[in-house]
């Protein structure tokens, strides 16, 4: 079994998207690094963002990455450092009509994209997130934590009563100012809008991973950066004591309350599916438990059968076999719930994706289309230009006449050479060989601007277009 980690650490923003700037902060990329070496210590395979590096496209499409590597018996470790923030919730989904976010480079990504990426990951995939940030939902509250702070630092009395070794550090918050956050929730209230209908009204019984998270503080406390890491991952990190611990996670997260002050208390909650047994598991251990819990595999129905066996779906059809529909969907850039319901936009994402191979546009998923959706030939793969198919994966060294079709999800050398050609074409990419929203929507617009149809999907047309 494999374990994969993203950690983000974010000290500062952009100035140009965040306006007015929040102050920096200190700890949060010693945060990233510390819990890096953490995760590498027990066996992870590991990968970092900092500051710039940290962006909504790069957060997203790392965990998409994730997902679509991550099978039964894994696990996924995400750690944020950063501030918090809040946005206007304009879809109803929150009952105090706020987003949640994390604050990445560019913009802020919501607790609706996150709970979208989260219930792409297969059932039996755990994942574990640990969050060093606040949301500092009023004005109120954040001036009362730190004048409370300052008070006690100012003024001596009492003090000889306290116990031995009692401090009180400076209380500087991980949250972006809720002035800040409202006017940047104003000022980008279109994107904002887009980006909660795109995600959706995720629940947590649309997650079929299982989830632990670890949160530095109660939604209505502030969690506190610190000169070398954050209060939170401090203790967390003192708790672990380069792994002597010995407990289960809520141990783990009993053991860190405990050195925490009293304003600033961590949380911890699951989502999805999460087992008693992984729950009763050491922290960042990568092997699974002996019992992988409910739905190891498969979402806790009948197994799934194989290929040739695979039954056909319609709408109005449910169940196991609808739910790994989803998640196949969901793998070619579908954005979909996986609920096991087979609806209008499981109807929709069938179409789309029976048109961009070439295949009978009915909506019925038949042999021919369960083919095309596992890479095992039946149908054309390149959309509405043809070609091979690559499953996601590309040989390192073809041809330019003979390079693979490539569309979201596609992964490798030719990526790169894609990227490398949009950029030249004036496109602003990242050419790190991995084919996620970004290129997707760059492939699109340079479609569009040579009269070819603007499917994503990058055939021989579309290279013969690139040059």
């Not at 995760?39 to 710039?52: E, I, K, M, P, V």
């Not at 960042?284 to 290929?307: E, H, K, L, S, Y």
Request: negative net charge.
């Amino acid at each position: 079994m494999t374990g994969y980690s993203l950690h983000l650490g974010l000290n500062v923003v952009d100035p140009s998207q965040y306006i007015p700037a929040p102050a920096p902060l200190a700890g949060c990329i010693n945060d990233a690094r510390s819990m890096t070496d953490l995760a590498a210590s027990q066996g992870f395979n590991t990968r970092t963002l900092l500051d710039a590096e940290a962006t909504s496209w790069a957060l997203l499409g790392a965990l998409g990455d994730l997902a679509r590597k991550a099978t039964a018996g894994d696990i996924a470790l995400i750690t944020f450092a950063g501030h918090g923030g809040r946005v206007t919730d304009q879809n109803g989904d929150e009952d105090d009509s706020t987003d949640e976010t994390w604050c990445l480079y560019d913009r802020q990504v919501l607790d609706d994209e996150l709970y979208r990426m989260w219930a792409q990951f297969s059932p039996g995939v755990r994942i574990l997130v640990v969050s060093d940030s606040c949301h500092s939902g009023t004005v109120a509250r954040a001036v009362l934590a730190i004048a409370a702070r300052e008070a006690l630092v100012r003024n001596p009395l009492g003090q000889e009563l306290w116990p031995v070794d009692v401090t009180v550090a400076p209380l500087r918050p991980r949250a972006l100012p809720p002035s800040m956050a409202a006017a940047d929730s104003e000022r980008r209230r279109d994107l904002y809008r887009s980006v909660q209908e795109l995600a959706g009204n995720t629940r947590s019984t649309d997650i079929a991973a299982q989830l632990i998270l670890l949160a530095g503080c109660q939604d209505s406390q502030v969690a506190s950066d610190g000169d070398t890491n954050g209060l939170f991952t401090e203790a967390l990190l003192r708790t672990w004591s380069n792994g002597s611990f010995s407990g289960d996670y809520r141990a783990f997260h009993s053991r860190i309350q405990m050195q925490m002050p009293p304003d600033q208390v961590p949380n911890y909650y699951t989502l999805g599916n999460a087992s008693a047994q992984y729950q009763a598991q050491k922290p960042f251990t990568v092997d699974p438990p002996a019992d992988p819990g409910p739905n190891p595999g498969g979402g806790g129905g009948q197994p799934i059968p194989a290929t040739g066996t695979r039954r056909t779906l319609r709408q109005g059809d449910s169940g196991e076999d609808v739910r790994y529909l989803q998640q196949k969907l969901s793998e070619h850039g579908a954005w979909l719930t996986i609920d096991g319901k087979f609806g209008p936009a499981t109807s929709s994402a069938v179409r789309s994706f029976q048109a961009s191979n070439g295949l009978s546009v009915d909506g019925v998923v038949g042999p021919q289309t369960w083919a095309a959706l596992e890479g095992t030939g039946g149908g054309s793969t390149g959309g509405s230009t043809g070609g091979g198919t690559s499953g996601g994966w590309t040989d390192p060294t073809p041809q330019a006449s003979t390079r693979p079709t490539l569309r979201r999800g596609s992964k490798g050398s030719d990526v790169v050479y894609l990227q490398q050609r949009l950029s030249a074409q004036g496109y602003w990419l990242t050419a790190d060989g991995s084919f996620g929203p970004a290129t997707e929507s760059a492939v699109r617009s340079f479609q569009r601007s040579n009269g070819l149809s603007a499917d994503g999907v990058v055939g021989p047309m579309t290279w013969a277009a690139l040059g």
